[in-house]
């Protein structure tokens, strides 16, 4: 069954650093996403991407995310300078391209970023 | 953000169905209902979703009412590994697919 991959599994950053958290979407998927979820609480919505520009964004993403496919596999999420609130585990996804909302949303295992 | 409720916890025997409900009164007619589940430790996974008709898959079922303001989940069998939170969401036409999650039901199963 395809899967979405997302790697590192997880990573240890220091405040203030800038880290990139990878993820292979399923090969024919148009919609991407990344989702967050602090321990504890209820998953959060990111952002959502489409035709390469960010179609959708929450109030959480600020001017310290960023999104980019920078190729045809892989879709990236930046956070420029890392805060100790960002600590959580981020998950990526992504659905086919007959239709955002018809059709399911595949989640990848998550990136646990611990910033320390 | 369309909002669905759903309860808090519930609890099942191994072996019987279970009935995981939720309202969603604010639903308008191109809204679809999904429902994801997230075991522990791990990301959240798809389980079923429609439009206005009862649908089945591998899973489960969905029942979504006739005024499509609330629907249930069923599981015909629970088994141990199908404890999680159970999350109902309502995916909207017009916000590029993204899933609000709420806070979802714990399902806790007992041998």
């Known amino acids: 069954e395809p899967e979405v991959t997302q790697t590192p599994s997880h990573q240890v950053t220091q405040m203030g650093q800038e880290v990139i958290l990878r993820c292979v979407p399923i090969?024919?998927?148009?919609?991407f996403y990344w989702y967050r979820q602090i321990l504890g609480q209820k998953v959060e919505f990111l952002v959502s991407?489409?035709?390469?520009?960010?179609?959708?964004k929450s109030e959480i993403f600020d001017d310290q995310f960023s999104v980019e496919r920078p190729d045809g596999s892989n879709f990236t999420l930046k956070i420029r300078s890392t805060k100790l609130e960002d600590s959580a585990m981020y998950f990526c996804?992504?659905?086919?391209?007959?239709?955002?909302?018809?059709?399911?949303?595949?989640f990848g295992q998550g990136t646990r970023l611990t910033v320390v | 953000d369309a909002k669905t409720t759903q309860p808090n916890s519930m609890e099942s025997n191994e072996e019987e169905p279970v009935h995981l409900p939720c309202n969603h009164s604010?639903?308008?007619?191109?809204?679809?209902i999904h429902w994801y589940r997230q075991l522990p430790s791990q990301g959240p996974e798809y389980v079923i979703h429609?439009?206005?008709s009862n649908v089945n898959n591998r899973m489960a079922s969905l029942a979504i009412a006739e005024d499509r303001k609330s629907s249930t989940l069923i599981l015909h069998r629970a088994t141990l590994r199908d404890a999680a939170v159970y999350y109902c969401?309502?995916?909207?036409?017009?916000?590029?697919?993204?899933?609000?999650f709420g806070q979802g039901t714990e399902l806790s199963v007992k041998p």
């Open positions: 996804a992504s659905s086919d391209p007959l239709g955002a909302v018809e059709t399911e949303a595949f």
């Open positions: 090969s024919n998927h148009l919609y």
């Open positions: 991407f489409y035709n390469n520009e960010i179609s959708e």
């Open positions: 604010t639903i308008s007619g191109t809204d679809y």
């Open positions: 429609g439009l206005t």
């Open positions: 969401i309502l995916r909207i036409y017009n916000q590029g697919g993204k899933l609000i």
